[in-house]
């Protein structure tokens, strides 16, 4: 396949604005194939807006993006998974219905593969035991749980993730991270959203975005090593960026 | 478009539903008491057997407006909706899912109205009764789509409710439901032109009162399908890849 050897998301110079309010200012950023890639920045950096560009919820208002070696995202929407920030699920119905409403939506049309693929993912996330249950009888952590099988039980080849361990106790933050390894173990390429450093640690790759831009990429340990202080934290290394980026913006 | 994936989303609304025991129960309780409070109104029964085609109409209208306005805003509000329209499905994938999901509760809503009309309201008809449930259908239809349109441009519970005064109270008064088009004045009959309720209370008064079949009253029938077609197509769902 030509597109295989290409990245898996490659968005060049993307501008978006919501009206008056700028939220992508020329943004770039190229995401290898099988890797999490994270997008790290504070709130209102551009994360979700970019998120949703990427899956095809918004259309970029300038540049333009290559989602699977694909010029627009929709063609590509069967092999993307989306796990939203809101948990979005149907609070009356159970896991197994939801998990399974998804699936067929996103073209599991099988039922005996789908049954299959829904039962193995319920059982990844840990909720076998209350498939059942419905979704409003679940804590918030488990709601987040039914909203990866979600995304995943169609077995997508990119998976994008808006801020998937916000509201996670340590415990679930790391079952989480396991679930991500194994999956980009398995080939899958992850865009995760986040605003933590505990997050931004566990990716292969990072885009430290602020102001709708990317101000830095590259490898935890690249980005690391560009600040000069090679034993500097993530957290740091952020900050070294954007002190950066904004002399350089005083500068011109 | 496939009619697959409109059928998972429409068995997934009718599962919703099935599920929220007080609001099936609502669907059911709600008109029978408003309609008994307002045939019960009526002093005489010559006066309901004229009105009723006409509150038959409005009331179908009314509460499939509700019903459909505010379950589709709670699609948006809890973020199911934008989950929905990243998968591969197209806007008329979802919409023809969700007529399809609440066209069921809104018949049988449809269905009890009339049944308790005619044979406990006593209230007299000339046309067969299959033709005067297969009208309230298709107003239905029309209410349907009118709650989806109207939905898609509100953003919360509260806005939905105040279209309702801006959508439906004009109609109810325009329409004919409570005296003759022809004696309002003229700006007000060609408003009532625009108004889907007019072309319900007429047809609908046709088979009931004067004994008419659906195919003599095909203007209103196709008027109120424009109206529904119109209503989906402006409907403005979060746009882009579909």
Redesign the interface.
Known sequence: MAGEAQAAVEATRIGFSYGKTVALDGLSLSVPRGASFGLVGPNGAGKSTIIRII?????PQHGGIQVLGNP???SM??D?G?M??????????SVW?NVD??A????L?ERRRRVLLVGECIRLVGLWERRND?VLKLSGGMRQRVSLA?AIAHQPRLLVLDEPTVGLDPELRVAFWRHFRELTAGGVTLVISSHTMDDAAHCDRLAFLRDGKVVAEGSPAELVGATGSPGATLEETFLYFLRREAGASDVK | MTL??SL??AT?II??FL??RRTMGMIVFVPLLVMTLVGLSFPEDGILDYVAPALLAAMALFFVFILTGVSFLRERS???L????????SRAEIMVGYLLGFILFAAVQALIILLYTIFVLKVHYAGSLWQIFVFQLIITVVALNLGLFVSTYARNELQVIQFIPLVLVPQFFLSGLLWPVEQMNRFLQHLSKVMPLTYSVDGLRKIMLEGKTLGDVWVDLAVLAVFAVSMTMLARL?????
């Open positions: 899956v095809g919820l918004l259309k627009y995202p929709h929407a069967r993307m989306y939203p920030q809101l948990s979005a699920l149907y609070a009356e119905l219905e409403f998804f067929h939506v996103y073209g049309t419905p979600c | 697959n994936r998972a989303i997934r599962r919703q599920r929220d809890q973020g199911t934008e989950r929905l329209m990243a998968a591969p499905v979060p746009q882009f890849h579909i």
